[in-house]
C-alpha cells in the first residue's frame, strides 16, 4: 500500500486501478473532515462518566506506534474504541 496524497485521486491512472466510481478531491476531504464529528458524536452519547483510557503499543515494519483507547460499558457490553494512533517519536 503507498501513502498517496489526496490529490491523486483525480489522477487517471490511480483512477484506472480501481472499480470505484470517480470522486474529487473536495469531496473526499469533506467526507474526511465529517469522520470526526460523527465518531465525537456517536462516543459523547456514549460515555458515561465512568471510562477509562487505555494506552497500547504495536510496531510495524520497524515503526513503533502508541495507540489510545476509551474503556467503558454501553447496552450491557465492553467497548474499546480506538481514540487515536500515532508513531512513537525517537527519545521521547
Same mark, same amino acid.
Given at each position: 500500500?503507498?501513502?498517496?496524497?489526496? *490529490? !491523486?485521486? !483525480?489522477?487517471? /491512472?490511480?483512477?484506472?486501478? *480501481?472499480? +470505484? $466510481?470517480? #470522486?474529487?478531491?473536495?469531496?473526499?476531504?469533506?467526507?474526511?473532515?465529517?469522520?470526526?464529528? $460523527? #465518531?465525537?458524536?456517536? @462516543? %459523547?452519547? %456514549?460515555?458515561?462518566? +465512568?471510562?477509562? @483510557?487505555? /494506552?497500547?503499543?504495536? *510496531?510495524?515494519?520497524?515503526?513503533? =506506534?502508541?495507540? $489510545? =483507547?476509551a474503556v =467503558?460499558?454501553?447496552?450491557? %457490553? #465492553?467497548?474499546?474504541? /480506538?481514540?487515536? @494512533? *500515532?508513531?512513537?517519536?525517537?527519545? #521521547?
Amino acid at each position: 500500500m503507498r501513502n498517496m496524497p489526496v *490529490s !491523486e485521486v !483525480e489522477d487517471d /491512472l490511480t483512477r484506472a486501478m *480501481s472499480k +470505484l $466510481r470517480p #470522486v474529487t478531491t473536495k469531496a473526499v476531504k469533506k467526507c474526511m473532515k465529517g469522520i470526526p464529528i $460523527r #465518531v465525537g458524536r456517536k @462516543l %459523547e452519547k %456514549e460515555l458515561r462518566t +465512568l471510562f477509562g @483510557l487505555m /494506552l497500547d503499543g504495536r *510496531s510495524h515494519a520497524g515503526v513503533h =506506534y502508541v495507540g $489510545r =483507547y476509551a474503556v =467503558y460499558e454501553a447496552d450491557g %457490553e #465492553v467497548r474499546v474504541p /480506538l481514540l487515536g @494512533l *500515532s508513531p512513537l517519536m525517537d527519545g #521521547v
